[in-house]
């Protein structure tokens, strides 16, 4: 008999990231050994003087109930950051932190989008966005992107998805799941037609601002009138390798965030205390730039090793974590008597017969490229390369 429930959470699928991760763990928990290279975590631990702010906020009680928008000194803390970092001015009232930058999207999406109400997405994206639309009854309205251009949109086509009836436009520089990273111009060119349209906002997911390789992170919301109608995401859990601490901010129009508050205070209401505090010390300093330059060490290992490999198409990322790579030449070829027709066949068989976990390209909205997370160990990392090859050598 079929379960009662919701036409909403039937519409949504599972986050592939999630599934691949717990899958993982699970051939863990039964003492099978496994590279996973599927989540976007670092590895790195949080630092001490993170952990002591932590510390004490525990021996001072901070163990009640927060603000619904978080604590006036966080928030103040990331006023400051955007003016230190951004060079953007924001008071407290345009500032909500969340339980993770996931809840941050969520509550605006849910805040802002009405029933076909169109929302852009350019592929690929992060696995979330679209199903966040789906949850509230938006329509998603995708561009393609390819290698070629390093998954970047064609701007001068951009015009072409827009209608009466588009209401969001989200992106993500530095990008999950491709790390390439939007340059001044493009950013320029973007901001030039979207100013033609007062009723279209905003997300810049800019969760991976501090991953950037290649120079000072620009925000699209530094763009001539763009400051009006973006709404920016970030939060803690990239740069200050504070993930299982969730906390997310996001900082636009004093209205929305009005809104979103009042959604957060039905779900959530404030994040949790200690790690309020915890932010409140990570975000008044800069992230450790020695683990960024680590990360810069991790890309080119990979780089410099699968992009021998013949059959892989890939580039070398400007920022995040991730390799999208382009695998659709093994496709109807033959790994052990099992064809490989798409990324799901792909990853699973690799997971399968070589024990490393990497995430299909489908839910992201490319099937031709699976997503590598670099964010462990270069043993890890050059353990996990060799098993690749090793997989792809017998694929016939």
Request: hydrophobic share 35%.
């Amino acid at each position: 008999m079929q379960q009662n429930t919701s036409n909403r959470i039937n519409r949504i699928n599972e986050s592939s990231t999630i599934l691949m991760a717990q899958k993982a763990r699970y051939m863990k928990e039964n003492n099978i050994e496994v590279i996973d290279l599927s989540i976007g975590e670092p590895d790195f631990n949080v630092d001490e003087y993170i952990k002591i702010s932590a510390k004490k906020a525990i021996d001072e009680n901070f163990s009640h109930y927060s603000p619904i928008p978080g604590y006036k000194d966080l928030r103040l803390s990331i006023v400051d950051k955007f003016k230190r970092d951004n060079q953007l001015n924001y008071s407290i009232d345009n500032i909500i932190v969340s339980n993770g930058a996931k809840q941050s999207i969520f509550n605006l999406i849910l805040s802002l989008i009405n029933k076909d109400d169109e929302v852009i997405i350019p592929k690929p994206y992060w696995v979330s966005y679209s199903e966040i639309v789906k949850i509230s009854n938006g329509k998603c309205v995708f561009i393609d992107t390819n290698i070629d251009t390093k998954f970047k949109i064609n701007i001068n086509e951009l015009e072409n998805y827009i209608t009466a009836k588009t209401k969001l436009f989200i992106f993500s520089s530095p990008s999950n799941p491709t790390g390439t990273i939007y340059k001044k111009h493009e950013l320029e060119a973007i901001a030039k037609i979207l100013n033609k349209y007062p009723n279209i906002f905003i997300l810049s997911d800019e969760i991976y601002e501090y991953i950037n390789y290649v120079g000072k992170h620009i925000s699209i919301a530094n763009i001539d009138n763009m400051y009006k109608k973006t709404f920016i995401i970030n939060g803690c859990s990239k740069g200050y390798s504070m993930t299982g601490w969730r906390i997310g901010y996001m900082a636009g129009p004093k209205h929305i965030i009005k809104s979103c508050i009042k959604l957060q205070g039905h779900s959530t209401s404030g994040p949790c205390s200690i790690s309020q505090k915890a932010a409140y010390t990570a975000i008044s300093s800069y992230p450790n730039k020695d683990k960024i330059q680590d990360l810069m060490k991790r890309r080119d290992l990979v780089y410099n090793n699968l992009n021998k490999i013949k059959g892989l198409k890939l580039y070398k990322p400007d920022g995040a974590f991730y390799f999208f790579i382009d695998i659709s030449s093994f496709y109807n070829k033959k790994y052990k008597n099992n064809i490989i027709k798409n990324s799901t066949d792909f990853t699973m068989l690799l997971l399968e017969n070589e024990q490393v976990v990497l995430v299909g390209g489908k839910d992201f909205g490319n099937d031709n490229c699976i997503r590598l997370s670099y964010a462990v160990s270069n043993n890890k990392l050059i353990i996990a390369i060799q098993k690749i090859i090793n997989f792809i050598k017998n694929i016939k």
